[in-house]
């Protein structure tokens, strides 16, 4: 019986490693290229500039930079495995501000520009710090593993916390015509 219990034990290890492995290795060269698309797209750097610009981020050239460095520096330490729970907050961050500068009052489906690419990178962002890095990671070389309900709480209240901060400071958009408040009445 002991022998049962210890192979699905060992199984089970493995399972979680392989889902570990296999979330980190599609989201984290998903957010890369998302932040060197920034930089190196069709409108580059210039063009992420502009349309943050028009979403109302203040100085939109240092957040340009910030969002695809942050993007790609996430991309990477989730691809690898390094320093749970930080990449993954990293993305509930960048998915906070993104839901609540492009895709606000757009709906939820991402196909009428809602919110829900950012809602299911940021959920698997946290589930990921939650199950940990698993031993196909660069955590793992160093004997640093961490898993569990503090990691995916680290990441979600870091994410939106720091999301929150910035936004708090450097989201200025411009009132439409349409949205001032009624003087004459």
């Known amino acids: 019986m002991f022998g049962k219990k210890k192979a699905a034990a060992a199984a089970d290890g493995t399972g979680k490693d392989v889902a570990a492995l296999v979330l980190r290795a599609t989201l984290g060269p998903m957010l890369f290229a998302h932040g060197y698309n920034k930089v190196a797209g069709p409108g580059g750097l210039k063009g992420t500039t502009g349309w943050f610009e028009a979403l109302g981020l203040k100085p939109a050239e240092v957040h340009a930079k910030m969002a695809a460095g942050t993007e790609m520096a996430a991309g990477v330490g989730l691809t690898l495995g390094i320093a749970n729970p930080l990449p993954a907050a990293a993305t509930v961050g960048l998915m906070s501000v993104a839901a609540r500068t492009d895709h606000r009052g757009k709906g939820y489906f991402v196909f009428k520009g809602g919110w829900e690419y950012c809602a ?65 009445v």
């Open 120 to 184: 299911v990178v940021g959920g698997a962002a946290v589930a990921l710090a939650g199950l940990g890095n698993g031993k196909y990671s660069v955590d793992r070389l160093f004997g640093r593993q961490s898993s569990g309900v503090k990691p995916a709480l680290v990441a979600a209240g870091l994410g939106v916390a720091n999301a929150a901060l910035l936004l708090k400071l450097c989201y200025k958009p411009e009132e439409k015509p349409d949205e001032k408040p009624d003087e004459t």
